[in-house]
């Protein structure tokens, strides 16, 4: 072990210190000005999406009993990292296109709003992974989802708002490609676990993004963001409802799961974000809501049971069932509604649709075979995988005192 922490020890701030160098020289070339000096998002608005992901998503995963440093040090460590590396990106895509350059705020902003891709997919392999392979696996994530994005827009006409929806559909199916080159843990590890207070810090996180969830859906939004606020927030109140209800009703002993509520509440949120600027009344999006938590709560026993088994993944903290499913229902419920709202323009109608599926199939396929290659190259030896029975561990990274660990 005290070899392996050297080499930790080596690696880690070095990587660190030579994208940081990389990022301040590119910067230097590519932001010589901060864009138009009027914004079209507030800075409340932005601090509403940095601290979903920042507080939120890193509370949301401190569920392991004993990799709560871990999920809160890492989040931060990746996302600080990650926002630099989205801004350049999509800076270079708008320089290489020749396209009209954004003013500051909206660019972070739209970085801050990527990363939860990353964020989402860091769940899948949470506790599996070393802090390198983590830096790797965002700068990765990022540059592959803006290009996907940039696909979406340019060949498939997807509006820049809607396309920045994807990030959970993304990042769901990129994090399990990525899982899926891991090794799985031991069945019933201990480590592997919750206690109580680890599932209240975790339900702190998910009230958290529960409540700044509309200003998520809302804040690239280009027109009527009052009702893509007010979709939003009736859709995650049917699917925190439901919820409780299911919780109950599944349960042999009919008590609420704290497992269930932690997944469920935010699935309407996903399900309603690509088409809540559509929706005109808000029992459809109340619906939804319903149907996202109804479908979270029942794929996760399908998953539990059947597909993960079969295939061999572990997702360490359930992002298909919470991120995943909802994100698929959410492109079949725009699609739907896109038929419902053209069905008498035949011609417009079909190639509405066409687009549209296209634009899901094409997230997901670029999502799953980069996911995959990306797990690949994170599992060669010179990346450090930390072997399996120091999964879920803090104390590999961190300075750990005994009362903590226990």
């Keep these: 072990m ?3 922490y050297r080499n930790f020890r080596n690696s880690v701030p070095w990587l660190i210190l030579s994208l940081e160098a990389v990022f301040i020289i590119l910067f230097y070339f590519l932001f010589s000005d901060d864009g138009p000096p009027r914004s079209s998002i507030s800075y409340p608005a932005f601090q509403d999406v940095n601290h979903m992901v920042i507080f939120g998503f890193g509370f949301f995963l401190t569920f ?6 871990s999920s809160t040090g890492f989040n931060l460590l990746i996302i600080v990292l990650g926002v630099q590396c989205s801004m350049l990106t999509e800076g270079l895509l708008v320089f290489l296109l020749q396209r009209a350059n954004e003013d500051g705020l909206k660019r ?16 899948a392999v949470l506790g599996k992974t070393n802090p390198v392979q983590l830096i790797l696996m965002t700068v990765v994530e990022i540059i592959v989802f803006h290009m996907s994005r940039w696909i979406n827009k340019i060949f498939l006409g997807v509006p820049d708002d809607i396309s920045m929806m994807h990030v959970h559909l993304f990042g769901a199916y990129f994090g399990l490609a990525v899982s899926s080159c891991f090794s799985e843990p031991p069945p019933r590890s201990e480590k592997n676990a919750s206690t109580p207070k680890s599932d209240l810090l975790s339900m702190l996180g998910t009230v958290f993004l529960w409540v700044f969830w509309p200003s998520f859906n809302s804040v690239l939004a280009v027109a009527n963001k009052r009702k893509v ?3 939003t927030y009736f859709a995650l109140a049917v699917s925190a409802v439901t ?3 299911l919780s109950v009703l599944t349960t042999k002993d009919g008590k609420f799961r704290m497992t269930h509520i932690h997944s469920a509440v935010l699935a309407g949120g996903v399900t309603v974000g690509y088409a809540a600027c559509s929706i005109e009344y808000p029992w459809i999006a109340m619906i939804l809501g319903l149907l996202a938590s109804v479908i979270t709560i029942l794929g996760s026993y399908c998953l539990q049971r059947c597909l993960n088994p079969a295939l061999k993944i572990h997702d360490s903290s359930g992002v298909h ?15 739907i509604l896109l038929a419902i709202k053209n069905w008498t323009n035949l011609p417009r109608l079909g190639y509405l649709v066409m687009f549209h599926i296209g634009a899901f199939c ?9 996911g995959f290659i990306t797990g690949l190259i994170l599992n060669l030896k010179p990346f450090k995988t930390i072997p399996v029975s120091k999964y879920f561990e803090d104390q590999f990274y961190w300075e750990v005192s005994f009362s903590v660990k226990l």
Aim: glycine fraction near 8%; hydrophobic fraction near 55%; charged fraction near 5%.
């Design 2 to 4: 005290s070899s392996n």
């Design 229 to 231: 606020i007010y979709n």
């Design 243 to 245: 919820a409780f209800v």
């Design 321 to 335: 069932s919470t991120f995943g499913f909802p994100a698929v229902l959410g492109a079949l419920a725009q699609v």
């Design 108 to 123: 972070i902003t739209k970085a801050a709003v990527s990363m939860t891709a990353v964020v989402i997919s860091t769940g």
């Design 362 to 370: 094409v997230t997901i396929s670029v999502a799953l075979i980069t």
């Design 64 to 69: 392991l009993k004993r990799y709560g440093f």
